[in-house]
């Protein structure tokens, strides 16, 4: 056990720091997974968006996460994309023309 102050701050640190890029860690990993599973344009954006976010905090390299980017849009050219069934209720507005006499 660390006897100073600050080597006891230091350990508080390194736990906190070490759980956040485990809970990042997987989360890209279940998305590469759920990805896999599923090809649709919804779930390779979320996969992009997981490893993304892992580069941006360093939890992984830069290059590892083109590399990975790189084997999804692979998938994606071997099995088409389905698309997902998103509700596009899209309510159009209706012009009320008044007519000035």
């Not at 508080?12 to 279940?30: F, G, H, M, T």
């Not at 998305?31 to 905090?57: C, Q, T, V």
């Not at 590892?64 to 698309?83: D, E, G, N, V």
Request: charged share 35%; glycine share 0%; aromatic share 4%.
């Amino acid at each position: 056990m660390p006897i100073t102050k600050s080597a006891q701050k230091a350990l508080k640190q390194q736990v906190r720091r070490a759980q956040e890029n485990k809970r990042i860690r997987r989360a890209y990993k279940l998305a590469i997974k759920k990805f896999k599973k599923e090809p649709i344009s919804k779930n390779l954006s979320w996969a992009y968006s997981k490893i993304d976010r892992a580069a941006k905090k360093n939890v992984i390299h830069k290059n590892k996460a083109a590399r990975l980017k790189a084997q999804l849009s692979k998938l994606t050219t071997k099995s088409p994309i389905k698309k997902s069934p998103l509700k596009s209720s899209v309510k159009t507005k209706k012009k009320s023309s008044k007519k000035s006499s």
